[in-house]
């Protein structure tokens, strides 16, 4: 059983900075790409970015391009987002989501339902 453990939300000025982690832990493949999703008040799950585990590429939502950058550690099992310049309107549950095996072609385009696994979820509240 593969689970999904996400820390590091918090509440931060607007302009502001915060890191992430979600830590896997379970049932692993080499072919697994790890995902960061946020859904705010009576908003879609939206992708925010996607890491290839196995070549390190990434992939970015557009609203994030530049700002924000999602990384692992060497042992593959813990994925970071970096979130910089944030804005009120990041504010949002941040998830963590995995899939396996990974369709890098699919995944790329960061769409929930390519996503079999999921973290509870933390809380970012930007504040202007």
């Known amino acids: 059983q593969v689970q999904l453990v996400e820390s590091g939300g918090d509440s931060v000025q607007a302009g502001g900075s915060l890191r992430l982690s979600c830590v896997m832990s379970g049932f692993f493949v080499s072919n697994r790409c790890m995902g960061w999703f946020r859904q705010g008040p009576e908003k879609e799950r939206e992708g925010v970015a996607v890491?290839?585990?196995?070549?390190?590429?990434?992939s970015y939502g557009d609203s994030v391009k530049g700002r924000f950058t999602i990384s692992q550690d060497s042992s593959k099992i813990t994925v970071y987002l970096q979130m910089n310049s944030l804005q009120p309107e990041d504010t949002a549950m941040y998830y963590c989501?995995?899939?396996?095996?990974?369709?890098?072609?699919?995944?790329?385009?960061?769409?929930?339902?390519?996503?079999?696994?999921w973290g509870q979820g933390t809380q970012v509240t930007v504040s202007s």
């Open positions: 989501a995995a899939a396996l095996p990974c369709d890098w072609s699919k995944v790329t385009k960061i769409v929930p339902t390519d996503f079999g696994y």
């Open positions: 890491i290839n585990n196995r070549f390190g590429i990434t």
